[in-house]
């Protein structure tokens, strides 16, 4: 018996509606190592409470955590969302002040990333908070990926050269590689 026309066509669209969520990847940028990948798949935690409460203006609702440090009297943060218009935001709450900047000045602290008005404000970006911020990006890159394997083969794959990375990064990075030989 042949369907009403009218189910006909919620069929036809749901069959068009599930398809497509099904096979469109929903890529999105990665704030450190230049790679895409599907959000489907790769899974990082959402930013903290404290970013949205002390951070007014950020452009997405909806923040994912890629590093994070906490000294006494400061936190730094490296985030990305959808509607980044660079890829990723890095923020800074000092003595509940949020400071927002680029990624890279949050793991370099090299005043030429710097990307707010005049001078960068004094932060103590010590070797400690560098090399903290690094290896909780990679902790976080990992698990997020599926495990250690899957984030090196995936950076190796689609990232930026070795070379185009930041210096902690790299560093870290190749440690972090060496560990699993």
Known sequence: MPLPRIAQII?????????????????????????????RKVHFDLAPTVVRTRCRG???????????????????????????EVSGIGVVIKAGTCIQALPDWVLTGDRKYWSGAGHP?????????????????????????????NFIEHVCADGLPMSELLPMVRQEFESFVGAGR
């Open 58 to 84: 950020l452009p997405d609702k909806t923040l994912w955590l890629f590093a994070h440090w906490n000294e006494p009297d400061t936190e730094f943060f490296v985030l990305s969302g959808r509607k980044s």
């Open 11 to 39: 069929a036809v669209a749901a069959v068009i509606v599930g398809g497509a969520s099904c096979q469109t990847p929903q890529v999105m940028g990665d704030p450190v190592f230049g790679m895409t990948y599907d959000i």
């Open 121 to 149: 404000p004094p932060i103590p970006f010590t070797e400690r908070v560098l090399h903290g911020l690094a290896a909780d990006l990679l902790s976080r890159y990992a698990r997020a990926f599926g495990g250690r394997n």
